[in-house]
């Protein structure tokens, strides 16, 4: 299996669908250590290559939109990529996990509150499926994955800019 191995300077990774994503308990603070907006908040994440085509620039606006609502809410990223000094930059109060394997990045999905999914291109990832299998409810842009998925009992929500998804957020 190439779980975890480099190739070429990246991870390749078996996550998409892997039996270690269901529901268990986790410890929030095990996974997601306190940040300047404390330790108890939820817990946002966004899981993935840290690029602009994952559509990871828009964050910044949705979580912003997120804090007004629910000021002690807490952003987390897991992977990494080009974008990340943007990132840490932009969320200076963000939690930076970096790239996880399977057993950390299921316990990461676990014991989040929502998964942000901020895509217009990839609609129907790894991600979405991880998160639905680990009982993490999405929040996407509408597009056709995503719109097809929030209608069910995945608690997830959809909109059409990054403002009216952090409105979304509950």
């Known amino acids: 299996e190439a779980t975890g191995r480099q190739r070429d300077g990246?991870?390749?990774?078996g996550?998409?669908?892997h039996a270690k994503f269901h529901p268990r308990s986790v410890a929030k603070g095990s996974v997601y250590p306190?940040?300047?907006?404390?330790a108890g908040g939820p817990v946002l994440l966004y899981a993935g290559r840290l690029s602009e085509e994952k559509g990871v620039l828009d964050i910044p606006e949705i979580?912003?939109?997120?804090?007004?609502?629910?000021?002690?809410?807490r952003l987390?990223?897991?992977?990494?990529?080009p974008c990340m000094e943007?990132?840490?930059?932009e969320c200076p109060e963000a939690i930076f996990l970096g790239w996880l394997d399977a057993d950390r990045l299921a316990e990461a999905y676990s014991s989040a509150d929502l998964l942000l999914l901020p895509s217009w291109f990839y609609t129907f990832s790894c991600a979405l499926l991880a998160a639905l299998g680990s009982?993490?409810?999405p929040l996407a842009f509408t597009t056709t994955g995503p719109a097809g998925i929030r209608a069910g009992e995945s608690g997830g929500q959809s909109g059409d800019?990054?403002?009216?998804?952090?409105?979304?957020a509950r």
């Open 76 to 81: 987390a990223f897991a992977g990494s990529g």
């Open 10 to 13: 990246r991870h390749l990774t």
């Open 63 to 73: 979580f912003q939109a997120i804090k007004q609502r629910i000021p002690y809410a």
């Open 15 to 17: 996550h998409g669908g």
């Open 135 to 137: 009982g993490l409810p």
């Open 161 to 168: 800019r990054p403002g009216e998804m952090g409105a979304l």
């Open 34 to 38: 306190a940040t300047a907006a404390g």
């Open 86 to 89: 943007r990132l840490r930059a």
